[in-house]
């Protein structure tokens, strides 16, 4: 497609629950990065990959959070067991390469609510 | 570890004004993006500077980068009320490294008032 693809775009989830959230990046596009952003917050970084080089896990929350890419394409961001303090707005971006002179495209993000 | 940060975090400002918006960050990199956010909305790419002493302008929106001061700046001209939105830096850390991790500031929330 011709932009970041975000699904679901909202998601609403009780307490305790497994979510997985999806990010489709744009085609060829080889760094794709998740921040997590809440309300009225800025943009908390959590992870990113790189081609096949190992992800930069370095950000996620607790070990609750985990992360995958598969065939360096569609990345899937998984939160188990989840709590109310996980209710934000999940972002995904995607570049051409790790340090892009066209910066990074945002996906439209997935809102999810822990009630 | 990098911080990144933006003065002011608010800014309120008449329609025809100048303003400035600082970017701040706390280690070495000479790459540095502009985003826009409007409420309920995803990310606008504004501005990449590349290079030390890169100037970037749009329509009323100029962007600059110092890298010796670890600074850039996002100046707005004669401002008007389409302008009114959160305006994000962010910056790459370990450029050229193992890592490219993106960091962004702390967001500037900009209204203009008629």
């Known amino acids: 497609g011709a932009g970041v693809s975000q699904s679901p775009s909202n998601k609403v989830t009780e307490k305790g629950k497994d979510v997985e959230l999806r990010c489709d990046p744009i085609s060829g596009h080889t760094a794709l990065y998740w921040y997590r952003q809440s309300l009225g917050q800025g943009l908390e970084f959590l992870i990113y990959f790189q081609g096949n080089s190992a992800p930069d896990k370095s950000g996620l929350p607790s070990d609750r959070f985990s992360a995958e890419r598969t065939g360096g394409s569609v990345s899937t961001l998984t939160i188990q067991r989840t709590q109310q303090e996980d209710s934000a707005v999940y972002l995904c971006a995607s570049a051409w390469t790790a340090l892009p002179v066209y910066g990074y495209t945002f996906g439209s993000g997935t809102r999810l609510t822990v009630v | 570890e990098l911080k990144v940060e933006q003065n002011p975090l608010f800014l309120s400002m008449q329609e025809g004004k100048n303003y400035t918006i600082y970017c701040n960050y706390s280690?070495?990199?000479?790459?540095l993006y502009w985003y826009r956010q409007d409420p309920g909305k995803s990310l606008e790419s504004l501005f990449v500077?590349?290079?030390?002493?890169a100037v970037k302008q749009e329509g009323r929106l100029m962007a600059s980068l110092d890298t010796k001061a670890r600074l850039s700046t996002l100046h707005i001209t004669a401002a008007v009320h389409d302008l009114s939105a959160t305006y994000f830096c962010?910056?790459?850390?370990?450029?050229?490294?193992?890592?490219?991790?993106?960091?962004f500031g702390t967001g500037t929330l900009l209204a203009v008032q008629p």
């Open positions: 962010a910056v790459v850390l370990d450029y050229g490294g193992a890592t490219n991790k993106l960091i």
């Open positions: 500077l590349l290079s030390n002493g």
């Open positions: 280690t070495t990199s000479d790459r």
